[in-house]
Every structure is written in C-alpha cells, then in structure tokens.
C-alpha cells in the first residue's frame, strides 16, 4: 500500500461483522486517503453462510461471491451459494445449517514446504479443501464489498489467537485487493513476510501452537495457492497490503521491528481501555472490588521508545474525539485508531436493539462504569470488555441458564492426550467454555472453565446472526455478547447523551474537524 502515513483515523475491526463492510465503506469514503475502514476478519465463514440461509438481504454476498468466480474463473462463489442459499429465508424457528468446523488434519506430504526455522521435526497440518475455499472467498467477498465504488483505504483486522483459519481468509482479502492488514491478539512475526509471499500466490507455512507437544516437535499449517480447485486456479501477482501489528508496549515493538523475516509497516498502540480483548496486567494478578484486572504504570505504553524505533505508530483506547486526536499527533503518533465511537454509529454492524439499550442507558445517567466492565469471560484467557445489558451474556443468570455447548470452535486450543499404552497420541481441539467434562477430558483444569463465555455464539447473536435452540420447548435464539471500550465520552457527546443516533460521518468531522 501506498501513502500508508497518510492515513490519519483507522476505523477499528471490531467483534464478529459489527465492523462489516458497510461501515468499512463509509468511512473510507469520508475522506479518502486519510481515513481508512476496517472490516472483521473474525469468522467470515461462519457469517456468510448465516446471510445466505436468511436469503441474503439485498442480495450482496451473491454479488459479491459472483465476482470472486467472474475475477478468477473458478466456481467457488456458486457451490457455495447452492449449499447453503434459501430463496426468501430460513423460517425464524429453524436453525442455521452449520460452517464446517475448522478441524485439523496432517498434511498428506504430497508436496513439500520451506519450513521458516528450516526443522524436520516441524509437523504439517492442513484443513479440508472445502473449508479453505470458504474461508478464501469470504475474506473476498467482505473485502470486495467494503472496496466497491471507491478509492479509500479498506483495511481487514484479524485476531492472531485464531489462528486455523487466518492465512487462507488473509489470501481472500488480497485477491480483492485489501489495502491494510491489522493484526493483534498475539504475536504475529513472520505474518508480514507471509503477507509478501502470497503477493505471487506462493505456497506458505504458518506456524500454530500446540499444547503438550514434545520437545522440538513444531506445527504449521501449510496452504499452496495453487492448488485451489484441484490445481486449477491461476491469478496475475496482487500489491502487497500494509501491515500493522497491534501492541501494547514497547518491548514488542522493538521485537517485530527487529524480525529476522519482515517488520510490520506499522504499529497500533492498544491502551487497556480499548474494546474487545486487551492484553493481561504486568506482574502478579491484582482485582478491584468489582473483579476486574488492575493496571498499572507497567502496563503504559513508552511513547518516547517507541517514536525511536522509527516506524509510523497510530494510537488506540479512548482516542475518538478531536483533542485526544491533537495529542496523538503531538506524542509522535501518524494517527489514531477508533472503535467504540464507530461500533455505536448507524452504520455499524451492532444489532440495533443493543445498540438503544446502552443509548438509553445514557439518557437515564449509567455512568461509564456501569455500562463497561473488563471480565474475564473470554476462552482466550485475554480480558474482555463487556457491555452491562440485561439479557445478554453480561448477566450471571443468563450465562448460568444457557447451556455450555462448543459448536463453532472459533476459539479452540489444539494438543495431544497423553499417550496410550502403544504410546501413540491423538490431537484433540478443546474450548474452556465448552462443556467441563469434555474440556477436563482433554487435559483441561476445570478451574479454567469457570466464568468463560461462549464468545463465538454470543458475538453472532450481537449482530443479529445467532443460532436459534429450543430451551424448554421454546425456540430461543442464542444470547449476546456486546463488546465496548471504557471511554464512552464520544458516544455520549455525539448522541446528546443517548438521545439521538449518529452517523460515521459525525465522527469523521468529531475527530478530524
């Protein structure tokens, strides 16, 4: 990407499809260049289908699955759409037909990869190629959308923790030409150089944790661009998109910008404040009397260190209004990165009714404190903003009252089961908010189940896409989850203190005057 410098307010990637490409759009539209959009990379596969099976209002997806096979000559996008297409909709009591599971296989060594660490002992693993054309053509077909009719930055942000399906959703966005890569939650060295190697459809080799493995042993997930639909797909070189990694502190900063692959092009800076997942304190645990993690000094961001490694840095966490932007600039910082402000606009992806609930709120005096809490909710083990809304997953009841149930597995850990008495292992997939049993039975400690939420479900049921179940012989759809930063004081300047709407435009001129 080009003029990467010049982009000034990043939209932020936020949950599953509230950042989706409608929002993307309009605010790469607003000043083109300047602001740059970002869409959720986070279970695309899983989206796509749910639209399909509610008869794709408006008929986007299809347009733009249509495209992928008109751009590439490939029939991906239509055997798709007659899988799992319903003309006028699913009735409102049945249930979604399910994405594949992301389940990994070994790789059938019929061809051979360049390991990063150059190890024998490095272990192939692989998923179905019906999983990997999914993943392809939604990271495309979000990408494609949010870009269409104009020239603005659209940006697509994934969390490292996921890291199954990243690098074939990561192919898809570049094919529609994505002009930014925005990962965190995690560590994504070597992700950059990744980046480069599919610009010529090259065969890649992530590297992916696996718990209990014995010394030496290393995995990757491997995929080779060319053997789309049996070895049938062809595509001219694509540009290189920017990458920007996002961190919470210096060290990892001066780690990446020293990679022995590829730096990143740039870095997010994510103060705890900020919405979704947020890196864990520094030092020993401490809770305040509500149970959410400490911070401390250690936990600040060294702006002056930073600013010395020389590569442009954008902050993020209660950064969303014009004055916090000045200072941004002032610190050394190309810009800023915005979420909540975004995810409460008309525009977002949030479903509406949410969306009023935390306006009312406002309007009748909840203060920040009471409206976001950090939990601990997440599988990841990562904390986790959470939005206090009756009905949703927020509440103790309604958590205790839904059954634990593992069905998306976007957050599943991988590793073996101790051997068996012919010393052979079997890899499982588990989820801390699993079923306890199920989780304990693969090594899990029944400690770490206690308080998780199933974020897959509720994030879904966030944006209007969640399973329908029958609880008690009543069909009820799954609970959300709603995800907010702790600085509401631009949702509230914008909306009169929850009484009125605000479009992505009104924070466009908020921020950047």
Not at 169 to 179: E, I, P, Q
Not at 267 to 274: C, G, K, L, R
Not at 414 to 427: E, I, Q
Request: with cysteine; net charge negative.
């Amino acid at each position: 990407m080009e003029n990467l410098e010049q982009v000034k307010l990043i939209q932020g990637g936020m949950g599953v499809y509230v950042s989706h490409w409608r929002l993307a759009r309009a605010v790469a539209m607003q000043r083109a260049g300047i602001t740059a959009g970002t869409v959720s990379g986070t279970a695309l596969d899983v989206v796509y289908v749910r639209l399909l099976q509610l008869g794709d209002p408006g008929g986007h997806a299809r347009r733009a699955l249509q495209a992928l096979d008109d751009k590439f000559g490939v029939a991906i996008g239509r055997k798709i759409c007659d899988k799992y297409f319903i003309a006028g909709g699913k009735a409102p009591e049945a249930r979604y037909r399910s994405a594949p599971m992301q389940i990994v296989q070994r790789h059938d060594g019929s061809r051979t990869f360049a390991l990063p660490n150059g190890s024998a002992e490095t272990v192939l693993l692989k998923l179905d190629d019906d999983i990997i054309e999914l993943l392809i053509a939604t990271g495309f077909a979000e990408v494609w959308l949010a870009k269409e009719g104009h020239d603005g930055n659209i940006f697509i942000n994934f969390l490292h923790k996921i890291e199954l399906p990243l690098i074939y959703v990561l192919y898809g966005a570049m094919l529609a030409g994505v002009d930014g890569v925005v990962v965190g939650a995690g560590n994504p060295d070597r992700l950059p150089a990744l980046c480069q190697q599919l610009t010529n459809h090259e065969a890649v080799v992530h590297e992916i944790s696996v718990l209990y493995r014995e010394t030496g042993e290393e995995f990757a997930i491997v995929f080779d661009p060319k053997q789309i639909v049996d070895g049938k797909f062809t595509a001219q070189p694509v540009e290189k998109p920017a990458f920007l990694a996002i961190v919470s502190l210096e060290r990892l900063v001066q780690a990446l910008a020293e990679s022995d692959t590829a730096p990143p092009d740039g870095f997010i800076i994510e103060h705890h404040t900020a919405g979704g997942h947020n890196a864990n304190p520094l030092g020993p645990p401490t809770r305040d009397e509500l149970g959410q993690p400490i911070y401390g000094e250690r936990d600040e961001a060294d702006l002056a260190a930073i600013r010395a490694v020389g590569i442009p840095f954008w902050l993020a966490g209660g950064y969303g209004s014009g004055p916090k932007f000045r200072d941004a600039l002032a610190a050394g910082a190309n810009g800023v990165q915005v979420g909540t402000i975004f995810a409460m606009s008309e525009e977002s992806g949030m479903k509406p009714e949410y969306r009023n609930a935390i306006l009312s709120a406002m309007k009748e005096g909840a203060d920040d404190d009471e409206l976001v809490r950090t939990t601990t909710f997440s599988p990841t083990g990562f904390s986790f903003k959470v939005a206090q809304l009756e009905g949703t997953l927020s509440q103790a009841d309604v958590y205790a009252d839904r059954p634990r149930i593992c069905d998306i597995g976007m957050l599943q850990q991988r590793g073996f089961n101790k051997p068996d008495a012919h010393g052979k292992r079997t890899l499982f997939q588990r989820c801390p908010s699993a079923p306890v049993a199920s989780y304990v039975k693969d090594r899990g400690l029944e400690r770490n189940t206690e308080d998780r939420r199933c974020l897959c479900n509720g994030l879904l049921a966030t944006v209007g896409l969640g399973q329908v179940k029958k609880i008690q012989g009543e069909w009820v759809e799954e609970p959300a989850i709603v995800t907010l930063g702790n600085h509401l004081d631009g949702v509230r300047r914008l909306s009169r203190q929850g009484q009125v709407p605000y479009h992505v435009e009104d924070v466009v001129a908020d921020i950047l005057g």
